[in-house]
């Protein structure tokens, strides 16, 4: 069976741009949100603001997980049927998209309504522990698109 080059780039830069987005919004946006006292210029939000930004800013990265999820979903189910089946490879698959699923559905939209009812909402014990449940799914995603994307691309070059 002849093997469509442009699909399988595509997937190889759509997983890579995931991880990418991934890493600069948990290292890179996130720091300098929640930290703007450390900014040459003088810009103060309190954290209750830079929550609600970082909110903002995660709610709409979730288009691009629901996306994700959908695109690696219909990827590998595709390549399970032409037989190119691999353990790890089904293992990567199905944490990303259910971690962006998670994220998506459950953490962002809980976390956003729980920034809707106030201050006093975001100090709660339930918001810190869903806030740290939707930290450890976003590492866990990043992992698994850096497993999905380098054996991906070890068996496309076997093949």
Not at 93 to 109: D, G, I
Not at 130 to 155: P, Q, W
């Amino acid at each position: 069976m002849k093997r469509n080059i442009y699909i399988d780039f595509s997937y190889l830069l759509v997983v890579g741009m995931s991880l990418g987005a991934v890493l600069v919004l948990g290292i890179v946006v996130a720091a300098v949100v929640f930290n703007t006292g450390k900014l040459p210029v003088e810009i103060l939000i309190d954290r209750y603001n830079a929550g609600i930004i970082m909110g903002e800013i995660f709610h709409r990265f979730s288009y691009w997980a629901y996306f994700l999820a959908t695109f690696v979903g219909l990827y590998e189910a595709y390549m399970y049927k032409t037989g190119q089946r691999d353990a790890i490879v089904f293992a990567a698959a199905v944490t990303v998209s259910f971690s962006a699923l998670m994220f998506s559905a459950v953490y962002s939209p809980k976390i956003l309504e729980m920034q809707a009812q106030g201050g006093e909402a975001t100090t709660s014990d339930t918001f810190e522990n869903l806030h740290y449940a939707s930290e450890l799914d976003f590492k866990i995603l990043a992992v698994a698109l850096v497993v999905l994307f380098v054996r991906r691309l070890m068996l496309l070059r076997i093949s």
